[in-house]
């Protein structure tokens, strides 16, 4: 599976961004296989997981974002959006989609997010 990320960029404390990650060259039945996250990587930090979500629509969020990311997937445009809302400046970080199927794991390139306070 082949990823592609976009979406991020500079916003103001309070706002909001939504990323999208997509597999346009990946076949409707491998899509479904895949659990599909994104995770981020702040400057001098370790990468950590934000959110997930399974082809059933079952998700998985970092506690320091819930209530304010909502991660959803639309398995027909093999696609799988982050909405982020309530942005903080902590949140700042490049963001990396994932696509994850048992033991076998491809990362997407990342995609910059800027949060001034």
């Known amino acids: 599976v082949q990823l592609q990320a976009s979406g991020g960029g500079l916003v103001q404390a309070g706002g909001s961004l939504r990323l999208s990650c997509a597999a346009p060259?990946?076949?409707?039945?491998?899509?479904?296989?895949?659990?599909v996250g994104w995770y981020r990587q702040a400057p001098g930090k370790q990468r950590e997981l934000v959110a997930t979500i399974t082809a059933s629509g079952t998700t998985n969020y970092a506690d320091s974002v819930k209530d304010r990311f909502t991660i959803s997937r639309d398995n027909s445009r093999k696609t799988v959006r982050l909405q982020m809302n309530s942005l903080k400046p902590d949140d700042t970080a490049v963001y990396y989609c994932?696509?994850?199927?048992?033991?076998?794991?491809?990362w997407g390139p990342g995609t910059l997010v800027t949060v001034s306070s």
């Open positions: 060259r990946t076949i409707f039945s491998v899509f479904i296989g895949y659990v």
């Open positions: 994932n696509a994850k199927q048992g033991i076998s794991a491809t």
